[in-house]
């Protein structure tokens, strides 16, 4: 871990405590960012066009490919960091470019076949903590 995700308050909400340990697994287990990565993306994921609201999320069309391709993006260490929060998904990749970034986001089936949409933005920490900007250190 980077030492400074910590949970200071005992005063957590049950979606904060959740985002935390999001967070906290993912900056303890990322890798460093892949060669050529030079920026980070933001991408929110939203419910698509053919999301179901009568299913479960597991339910939905395409939702375990959507698992995998995260999957593999962590394991290719592009992807650096991964939470939900309300009713979105929010990951923060790193990439060579925007449309790289992209490129690695309209692979994934879910988002092919309208179970999720997504928006992307370039990403720029402010503050240092566990997610640093690729080559920081």
């Known amino acids: ?62 939702f375990r490919e959507h698992s995998q391709n995260l999957r593999r993006l962590r394991d290719a260490g592009h992807l650096l960091i991964g939470a939900r929060y309300g009713d979105k998904g929010l990951v923060v990749l790193a990439a060579a470019s925007e449309a790289a970034a992209r490129t690695m986001v309209e692979a994934d089936p879910s988002v092919q076949h309208g179970t999720f949409a997504y928006q992307l933005n370039a990403f720029h920490p402010f503050y240092g903590g566990c997610v640093q900007p690729p080559g920081a250190r």
């Open 1 to 62: 871990a980077c030492g400074l995700c910590t949970v200071t308050s005992t005063r957590v909400t049950r979606a904060s405590a959740s985002a935390t340990s999001a967070i906290i697994a993912a900056a303890s287990t990322a890798a460093s960012a892949p060669e050529g990565a030079s920026a980070l993306f933001a991408v929110e994921f939203r419910t698509g066009p053919a999301w179901d609201p009568a299913k479960k999320p597991q339910d939905q069309p395409h």
